[in-house]
């Protein structure tokens, strides 16, 4: 069974970083692209990052260069979101999600088939 699980989130202070990780099971993570995405409250989820399977090559969000950085470890069935400078708009639950079809990166959202449950980010004072 196919299933991808977020952990990491939490509550943290304006500037403060946090990590991320998103398990796979049931494949073998080193085939496919694995990809963030975020939904603030009332907000439609929007592409973070991704990470391609075949070269690693990563895409971002443009607003999020520079803070964000996916990396995997394919030992570990595991990619993480490392989160650094963060703001108050980046409250959000983050998801990540794979489309299990190739190794690059899908060009939509809907193209991504399983998604995690999500982990909640709060970035408050």
């Known amino acids: 069974?196919?299933?991808l699980v977020e952990s990491g989130g939490g509550l943290v202070q304006p500037g403060g970083s946090l990590r991320l990780s998103c398990a796979a099971s049931g494949f073998t993570l080193d085939y496919y692209?694995?990809?963030?995405?975020?939904?603030?409250?009332g907000k439609e989820r929007k592409g973070v990052?991704?990470?391609?399977?075949?070269?690693?090559?990563?895409?971002?969000t443009d607003s999020l260069k520079g803070r964000f950085t996916i990396s995997r470890d394919n030992d570990k069935n595991t990619v993480y979101l490392q989160m650094n400078s963060?703001?108050?708009e980046d409250t959000?639950?983050?998801?990540?999600?794979?489309?299990?079809d190739g190794s690059n990166c899908p060009n939509l959202l809907s193209e991504y088939d399983y998604w995690g449950p999500g982990t909640h980010v709060t970035v408050s004072s």
């Open 1 to 3: 069974q196919v299933q």
């Open 33 to 41: 692209a694995i990809g963030w995405f975020r939904q603030a409250s």
């Open 49 to 60: 990052s991704c990470i391609n399977a075949s070269n690693s090559t990563t895409y971002y």
């Open 86 to 88: 963060l703001k108050p």
């Open 92 to 100: 959000a639950v983050y998801y990540c999600a794979t489309d299990l």
